[in-house]
């Protein structure tokens, strides 16, 4: 059974980096699928913010692509989202997923999730 | 950008009510439409992918109908464990957006 966990700094001080780490275990992101990032700010609705490919592709949302960057190690096994210049509009409830993705068939969609992790922008 | 429009943003059920939510998309997607559930403080959970297609494990009273730019969400008899907020999700465009969210709340 695939799972995700998050992690990373709870707070990040404005115009600084937010930095976060997927780990996934269960399966190994080096055999197939895409991995996306999701944010939610608090009492709000969802924002997809960008996803990888195991062999490195990405897609950013062009909303935040100027300071998104999505990269993936195969060696740990988790994925991991760098957002540069944050403000307080960046805080939210990130969100990790496992992206499926079958082309024009199907679509694609999350599943599963992570728990989510709360990054506050605050001096 | 898609834009994805839920209706309502939020109704007042009882248990063993008939529930819809309509999702609708700015321009076609075919049947690119997925359906997810989040319970507060939780992850959203996926519901319904491709329109129409059940996720395993899901209750077979969710279904999900639709194509082009209208879609639905229906519960066919409400359950304690439902209340949630429900988010439809395009996948026709490679800029994936979801719809701002219906919360079912207790009437």
């Known amino acids: 059974q695939v799972q995700l966990q998050e992690s990373g700094p709870g707070l990040v001080k404005p115009s600084e980096t937010l930095s976060l780490t997927c780990g996934v275990s269960?399966?190994?992101?080096?055999?197939?699928?895409?991995w996306g990032w999701i944010r939610q700010p608090p009492g709000k609705g969802l924002e997809w913010i960008g996803t990888i490919y195991h062999s490195g592709i990405t897609y950013y949302n062009p909303s935040l692509k100027s300071r998104v960057t999505i990269s993936v190690d195969t060696s740990k096994n988790q994925f991991s989202l760098n957002l540069t210049s944050v403000t307080a509009a960046d805080t939210a409830v990130y969100y990790c997923?496992?992206?499926?993705?079958?082309?024009?068939?199907?679509?694609?969609?999350?599943?599963?999730w992570g728990q989510g992790s709360l990054v506050t922008v605050s001096s | 950008d898609i834009q994805m429009t839920q209706s309502p943003s939020s109704l007042s059920a009882s248990v063993g009510d008939r529930v819809t939510i309509t999702c609708r998309a700015s321009q076609s997607i075919s049947t690119y439409l997925n359906w997810y559930q989040q319970k507060p403080g939780k992850a959203p959970k996926l519901l319904i992918y491709a329109a129409s297609s059940l996720q395993s494990g899901v209750p077979s009273r969710f279904s999900g109908s639709g194509s082009g730019t209208e879609f639905t969400l229906t519960i066919s008899s409400l359950q304690p464990e439902d209340f949630a907020t429900y988010y439809c999700q395009q996948s026709y465009s490679t800029l994936w957006t979801f719809g701002q969210g219906t919360k079912v709340e207790f009437k």
């Open positions: 997923a496992r992206q499926l993705w079958f082309g024009d068939e199907w679509g694609s969609w999350f599943d599963p």
């Open positions: 269960g399966y190994s992101i080096s055999s197939d699928y895409h």
